[in-house]
């Protein structure tokens, strides 16, 4: 991993590194237990199915769209650590919560008129929490790292995030729900206790007016960042990307159950399969560019993403004509029928393809602007991000709504990665103005 792993070995980052990595496992434990749960034992109707994943991803996004620019501002005028340190101590009071929503759940306890709403509140809630760690754990890497690590950094937490995804997702899918209620809260507790060990990291200006009008300040924030044409693009790419991905993960666990009449567990295997595809694709990008800060390779990585997207649209077509009885398949029942390996390694592909695409341009990000801006840029970036997901959702719940099949609306994220190409090429086309000499 070039000048990768050395970075695992020190104060500077790997407190860092394990705090987020923790973090996003919760999230995901959490969330999808929550989803697998409801899905799976409440509800039995793909479209109530669909409309409650749906709901759950725009329950957890929307704080990104409101409260981006006022954890952007934080992040830039308080110390970084600081406020790691506060959020992930809220995680363990956020959790404790999300547990209690879980557990009545299990006991079949007032499920729809308190147990969900108690587990939506905690999930609000992670999306709050997020949205304050989520600018930090970005902006802190060229303040504690040489510039020529930057990539490779953001390569590692983007690696270190889907393997933690992939664990929280296994873990959801394979345990009760009550072991998973205890475990959110011990997670939280210990990465509590690793967000102590991060390094100061002090505002590189000091005195800074914070502007505490959400709408006001979310507008300047994102026009400001826009005026420079390389974080301009990667904002619009990485945002078009995560469009596609939140119309892929709303998609996963009704897909797996209805269309390929698969049990939890193969719903969890889906996304586990995703997140490993996403760490090697984090890695290998960081590979080929050889820690340099460039977007060369994103429009064909997103090019072959949709293509393998389109193959995934294919073999789901395929399935229809799979003899299966009227229980859904457990791992091993579906790993054995013929058409598993093409579903699983196309799954693989699609997210080895959409990790090169998408973590160059999180670089891009921190490496493009003033320092002391850093976190400012990365949550312009998410207030972007989070409407275009917030509209990836609200697209799936129309087309489930209007009666577009499951697998209809996975060849529509296969034409949308056309877009993301267009965009990637646009902003490689920046990079390359911004390279030449100022006359």
Known sequence: MLTSTHLLKQRRFAPLFVTQLLNAFNDNLYKNAMVLFVVYSVYNSAAAETVFSGVASAVFILPFFL??????????????????????AAEIGIMTVGAAGLLMAWQ????????IPLMML???AMGVHSTFFGPIKY??????????????????????????????????????????ALLVIGIAIIGYLTSRHVPPAPPFVEGQAMDRHII???????????????VFYAILAISFFWTIGAVLFIQFPPLAKNVLMASKEVASLFLVIFSIGVAIGSVAINALLKGAVSARYSPMSVIFMGLFVAAFYWVCHL???VPHGSELMDVATFIAQPLAPLVLFTLLLIAIAG???VVPLYAFLTTKVDPSQASRAVAANNIVNSGAMVGGSVLALGLSAAGVPLVEQVLLSAAMCLISAWLGYRLYAAEKLAALPAE
């Open 67 to 88: 409260l981006s620019a006022m954890s952007g501002q934080l992040a830039d005028m308080r110390d970084k650590a600081r406020i790691i340190r506060m959020v992930k």
């Open 108 to 115: 079949g306890m007032l499920t729809e008129m308190v147990a």
């Open 122 to 124: 905690a999930l609000l």
């Open 139 to 180: 902006a802190i890497l060229p303040q504690h790292l040489k510039r020529e690590e930057v990539l490779a950094g953001t390569g590692l937490v983007e690696a270190g995030t889907y393997i933690a995804i992939m664990g929280g997702t296994i873990v959801a899918g394979f345990v009760s729900v009550q072991v998973a």
């Open 216 to 230: 006001r300040a979310s507008i300047a924030l994102v026009r400001n960042t826009m005026h420079n044409r390389e």
């Open 319 to 321: 399935w229809d004509g």
């Open 355 to 357: 990790g090169m695409f």
